[in-house]
Structure formats: C-alpha cells, structure tokens
C-alpha cells in the first residue's frame, strides 16, 4: 500500500483530504494554492513556479498535477513538499529546466512507503489528559479532533487498547482541532475546561458519542449532564489559558509532523498505521518485548 493510501485508508481515512471544499478556486487560474508560500518571490518567479506547478504530474500516484493537488487535497506531503522544492529552487535563482530537474529529483519525487514507527519525537504532555497507569511501559498520544468522524471510530479502538493492556498501556489526548470543522476548536476548549474540573473524560465520550452537539448550546448541555459546575465551565471554556492550552498542543502536533486526525504515537514514535485494537496490538507487544529485553540487559 502506497503512502496516499495508508494515509487515507489505514489511518482511518485522514480528515484533512476533504479539506478540499474549503477552497473553491480552480487551480489552473489560482494565484495562491493552500500551503504554498510564494512571498519573496517576483512575480516573474512566481509565474514560473505556478507553470510547473500545474503542468508537473504529483508524485503521490492521484492522478492530478501538483496544483489540482495542493486545491483538491491540502493533505498530501508529495505536492506539499514538491512545490516548497519548486519556489526553493526559483529563490535560489533557477530556470525552468533546472526546477523541473530540482523537482525530479527529490526524495518527494517518487512514492515513499513508511516505516510503521518513525524515529521518536519530543512531544510535550505535562499537565495533557491521561488514562493509564502512570509507570506504564508503553505511551501512547492520540492528537485528535472531536468534530472529526474518524477520531470518533477510534475511540473505542483505543479504549480496547487499555482494557487488554490495564497496566501496561497509558493514553494522553492532545487537542489537534482542524480549521475545516467549524465546531472543533470550541470543543477543544470545552475539552480542556473539563480536564480543569477533573471531567476531561467524561466530557470527552459525551462530546465524541454526541458530535450532532457540540454547538455551544450542545455543549452546555453536555457539561451540565455530566455534573461540571457550570458557572466554572463557561468562564473557562472562553478563557485566555484554555484557549492558549489548545493553541500549544496544535503546535505541539504542528513540531511532531502531525498532518491531520488521529495520529497517534507509541513511545514517541509516529505510528503510521490503522488505528485499530488488532494493528495497534501487535506493535505495543513489539514496543512491550523491547522494554523487557531492555531492563534484562
């Protein structure tokens, strides 16, 4: 399985790929494309990356030149990376011939399949939401939207994980809200006013069991069902350090290659596989048989 298709298929069909209906503009005329950063450019330059951009095939195997790609699906990392190579490329003085080649031969040019668990990253979770033993021997960190379908279908994957590894197997949340669900960031917020309460997880099955609720009145609502001291809650919920908390834990996610939701990592590792009970089984048996042949050593 190529890497567009672990991407949205194994895990769980990334949200990020429907993205693409926030961008009503057609990619043969578009003068900016999602995450194409074309400051510091002339417009002579730009032209020219613009050209290839739309003439050059993406690499992902789409079938769509690196523009249509960048408008129609702002998650792929093959025309995200591609075209950040193409205005490199033009900065450093290039002509066309050279960013077609500059193009061709990048690591980006051809499709690369990934490694299961990449290296381990620095994640920061002091004071994130945890279930779990706290000595636990394997951790994993889900960043997760709660407006997000299939960070909803993960939920009881992972709450499978914990029930067959009780003490062995901890779970810390990190909120990832994306920009193209309207209702994600005020959930986070609420997510986050909850856990200040000692309520993080109740209101996080409550706000994942119902998403036809996270309005602000759904939400209200919610809280109140799950006995948090509403006064607290509404004051928090619009507060700065709520809002700053949900802010640092996407640039969290932003620092650890985080591209949409759930990504999970296991002992800082970025797991790039189905976010399933089953497939998530045998790598922490993996990570469980390296910590013990670690401590015998």
Not at 115 to 136: E, F, H, M, R
Request: hydrophobic letters at 45%; proline letters at 5%; charged letters at 20%.
């Amino acid at each position: 399985m190529h890497f567009r298709s672990l991407r949205v298929a194994s895990l769980a069909g990334w949200c990020l790929v429907a993205a693409s209906l926030l961008f009503a503009q057609d990619w043969k005329t578009a003068s900016s494309l999602p995450g194409v950063d074309f400051s510091g450019l002339s417009a002579r330059q730009k032209a020219i990356v613009l050209k290839v951009l739309r003439e050059h095939d993406c690499s992902c195997q789409c079938g769509r030149k690196l523009a249509q790609c960048r408008v129609e699906d702002p998650g792929c990392a093959y025309s995200t990376n591609l075209a950040a190579t193409a205005v490199a490329a033009i900065k450093a003085g290039k002509s066309e011939p050279e960013v077609l080649a500059a193009i061709d031969s990048s690591k980006w040019a051809h499709v690369q399949e990934p490694q299961l668990l990449s290296d381990p990253v620095n994640i920061p979770v002091a004071g994130a939401p945890v279930t779990g033993p706290a000595n636990a021997a394997v951790t994993l960190v889900e960043f997760s939207d709660f407006q997000c379908p299939y960070c909803s279908a993960a939920v009881g994957q992972l709450r499978e994980v914990l029930k067959m590894y009780p003490t062995q197997v901890k779970l810390i949340f990190k909120q990832f809200p994306l920009e193209m669900h309207p209702q994600a960031d005020l959930a986070a917020a609420a997510a986050v006013a909850a856990h200040k309460q000692g309520k993080f997880w109740a209101m996080h099955d409550a706000m994942f069991a119902h998403p036809e609720s996270l309005s602000r009145k759904g939400i209200l609502s919610l809280a109140q069902q799950n006995g948090l001291e509403m006064s607290q809650f509404e004051n928090d919920i619009d507060s700065t350090v709520v809002r700053e908390t949900v802010v640092r834990d996407v640039q969290d996610g932003n620092q650890a290659g985080v591209e949409g939701t759930p990504t999970v990592f296991i002992n800082g590792q970025h797991y790039n596989g189905a976010v399933t009970a089953d497939a998530l089984k045998q790598v922490i048996d993996s990570q469980l048989k390296l910590s013990k042949n670690a401590k015998l050593n």
